[in-house]
């Protein structure tokens, strides 16, 4: 992707020729002309593409009018998306969840009530985390399970509580080192509605095709894959493993 994107942009391959990598400001200059030149050759579009489909999909589940601008195979993702979440009611939209015995925290799509016809084929009822996908889903299924278990088990938590500019290093850095009262910290949780944190639904809306289907996720096997990465991340901070090896001198 780089290679391409510079072929496009030779003026990245130019600016880049005068800066010194082992430089500090200067590999943070590489690292941006890296981004731009991986932007040329299409590499972000995707990405772009499924934030976009995101944002309409909230004027669809907020019951508002789409923009008057959208294209027809915008308008004919939206209109597969609406059929096939015909069956879910949104309960939130976009909030935000922290889980502390995991250290880990994120932004869940949807919240949504199903009643009707579960993985087993037998009745099923009640709220649902439910999450959005626009690329492929066939090599990322344990990590969506396990990134819908996590949000199944969070904690409503309102950041604002706590502002900081993060744009803004020292004060990030103060910020990070202050201490809050235990009140004041567990003030800004709130429970989730009940939900339920067996299974979860992947809403699959592949951009510029005018599908959409809907996916069980297993969240037991999620929930123990999230807890095997904090048993890895533990490991991986762990000192001593390996010590020099001294010869005795004779």
Same mark, same amino acid.
């Given at each position: 992707?780089?290679?391409?994107? $510079? ?6 391959? #130019? %600016? ?5 990598? #082992?430089?500090?400001? !200067?590999?943070?200059?590489? @690292?941006?002309?890296? #981004? ?7 590499? @972000? /579009? ?13 004027? =669809? !589940? ?11 195979? !915008? ?11 015909? =069956? ?57 399970? $396990? ?25 990030? %850095? %103060?910020?990070?080192?202050? #201490?809050?009262?235990? /009140?004041? %910290? ?65």
């Amino acid at each position: 992707m780089v290679l391409l994107g $510079s072929s496009k942009r030779p003026d990245l391959l #130019e %600016a880049a020729s005068v800066l010194d990598p #082992e430089d500090p400001e !200067d590999k943070k200059k590489l @690292n941006a002309l890296t #981004e731009q030149a991986k932007d040329s050759a299409g590499a @972000n /579009e995707k990405s772009r593409k499924g934030t976009y489909l995101h944002d309409l999909s909230e004027y =669809v !589940d907020r019951g508002d009018p789409l923009p008057k601008a959208i294209s027809g195979a !915008d308008l004919d993702d939206m209109a597969a998306y609406m059929m096939a979440t015909s =069956v879910l009611t949104v309960v939130a939209i976009e909030q935000f969840v922290a889980v502390p015995e995991l250290s880990v925290g994120g932004t869940f799509d949807r919240l949504s009530y199903y009643e009707g016809p579960g993985p087993d084929g037998k009745p099923i009822a009640g709220n649902f985390i439910t999450d959005t996908k626009t690329g492929t889903i066939e090599y990322g299924k344990l990590k969506m399970a $396990s990134q819908l278990a996590v949000y199944s088990r969070g904690k409503l938590y309102d950041h604002t509580r706590f502002p900081v500019d993060a744009s803004d290093k020292k004060a990030f %850095a %103060a910020w990070k080192k202050t #201490e809050f009262p235990a /009140e004041q %910290a567990a003030e800004a949780y709130s429970p989730l509605p009940p939900v339920n944190q067996d299974w979860g639904i992947i809403v699959h809306l592949p951009a510029g095709t005018g599908t959409c289907s809907l996916y069980w996720v297993d969240l037991n096997i999620g929930w123990a894959l999230a807890n095997l990465a904090l048993t890895i991340r533990k490991a991986r901070s762990t000192k001593g493993a390996m010590k020099p090896f001294v010869m005795q001198a004779t």
